[in-house]
């Protein structure tokens, strides 16, 4: 956890869209987050090794490194770091391997709300809207240039 109780979240997922859609929606609804986005796992694995991340939110199917290959370098390194899984290509066997690693499972197509609770009940706190919009939201790629 960062500094004030501030919470980071790491979302990972090769559509763009998506991920900034979800962060949009996650620091309209609470300042005491700190959301990065970036799209492949080897960007993540470089935020992870450069600060510290409470919540890592990735997708499974993305180019270069999967999320399961994420999921397995996280959970091997970074045991504090909670995770949640997102797939379009859903099956009981992925959900068992996300679960064996520690990590929570969503399918795709999903309603934002039903993300939103995992992720907070995945940070152990019952936030509640404390401020409209004040939160971050970062893109990696963005990032390297300031």
């Known amino acids: 956890m960062g500094k004030n109780g501030v919470k980071h979240i790491l979302i990972v997922d090769d559509e763009e869209d998506l991920t900034w859609g979800i962060s949009r929606s996650l620091i ?14 080897s960007e993540a694995l470089e ?9 890592l939110v990735t997708d499974i199917r993305m180019p270069g490194l999967t999320g399961l290959e994420l ?3 996280v959970h091997r390194n970074h045991l504090n770091i909670k995770i949640i ?3 379009a290509y859903g099956s009981p066997e992925v959900e068992a391997k996300v679960v ?3 990590g929570n499972y969503i399918e795709k197509p999903f309603e934002i709300s039903r993300l939103k609770k995992m ?3 995945a940070l152990e706190e ?13 893109n990696f790629k963005n990032m390297e240039s300031s």
């Open 126 to 138: 019952g936030f509640s809207s404390c401020c409209s919009g004040s939160g971050s939201v970062r």
């Open 47 to 55: 935020i992870i090794h450069s600060r510290p991340v409470d919540l």
């Open 71 to 73: 999921l397995e370098e």
């Open 85 to 87: 899984v997102m797939t």
């Open 28 to 41: 309209r609804d609470n300042c005491l987050l700190e959301v990065t986005c970036v799209n492949s796992g």
């Open 100 to 102: 064996k690693q520690g």
């Open 119 to 121: 992720i907070y009940c």
